[in-house]
């Protein structure tokens, strides 16, 4: 049986729907500030990565990062305490790019140029599908994550699979063009079958005999004709998970996408009121 969960208070419990929910009018008003906040933060890192515009707004931009960041930092320890279990949250896929959307900023205090990893924040806008009412389509990353761990076993098989072939026929151009035709090791020639079977086809190594064209143009048809079958695995298994999910987040670890008369977290188990 689900453990019995200590009610939040009230004052907290109305903070909290505010701060992970979009159902009500003041968490939508939360949620929509905050999408815009993020939005602000990625465009003043990608500004300062531009020369002419850091030469004559460093010190702005700098300043913007830092609110930015203690505007996102203390939001982040805000849900710590507004969740019933905050170790559960911190775990879950949002918790950590939560928290990953700060700690660039103070790992740059010791090495320099870390700050540029706050694009991560850019990830927090998969929000804007519950705070817009579009879980039921798209139930953000908590539902791709799922469809990818559901489909892991497929998934392994097949890239095991490609991963044969790629090394049986990268041996086989080694031996057909050899060091001469630029196919200089194993490891290059399975390079080029990698890029050749994925369709990439830089052009930095080319086959010159008939034997090693044919061979490349097998491998090409090949990809073609796979290369449909990892985005299958996965958009069956979203199909399989996707279903009629609301925004209602658990009150202990924060997880949305829940059905509408769910009574338990589909992740801990804790009851949902």
Request: proline residues 6%; glycine residues 8%.
């Amino acid at each position: 049986m689900p453990e019995q969960e200590e009610p939040l208070s009230p004052r907290r419990e109305h903070w909290r729907e505010i701060v992970f929910e979009a159902e009500t009018p003041a968490g939508r008003r939360f949620n929509i500030v905050l999408l815009w906040l993020i939005g602000l933060s990625v465009v003043a890192v990608m500004l300062e990565s531009v020369p002419e515009i850091a030469a004559k707004y460093a010190a702005p931009l700098r300043i913007a990062e830092w609110v930015f960041t203690g505007i996102f930092t203390a939001e982040y320890f805000l849900r710590l305490y507004l969740i019933r279990h905050p170790l559960r949250y911190a775990r879950s896929f949002y918790g950590i790019v939560d928290l990953l959307s700060v700690l660039p900023a103070y790992v740059a205090l010791l090495l320099p140029g870390a700050h540029a990893l706050l694009v991560i924040r850019i990830l927090r806008m998969l929000r804007m599908f519950r705070v817009f009412k579009m879980v039921r389509h798209v139930n953000g990353a908590e539902l791709l994550v799922r469809a990818l761990y559901s489909g892991r076993a497929k998934i392994t098989v097949f890239f095991s699979f490609m991963l044969a072939i790629t090394v049986i026929a990268g041996t086989l151009m080694y031996l057909i063009e050899g060091p001469e035709g630029g196919f200089t090791s194993i490891p290059t020639a399975i390079y080029w079958a990698i890029v050749t079977i994925t369709t990439l086809g830089f052009g930095d190594i080319t086959p010159g005999t008939p034997l090693g064209r044919m061979l490349t143009s097998v491998l090409v048809l090949t990809g073609y004709a796979i290369i449909a079958v990892p985005t299958g695995i996965v958009s069956a298994e979203i199909s399989r998970l996707d279903g009629s999910d609301t925004t209602d987040a658990c009150p202990s670890c924060g997880v949305c996408g829940h059905l509408a008369d769910a009574k338990f977290c589909r992740r801990c188990g804790a009851p949902m009121a």
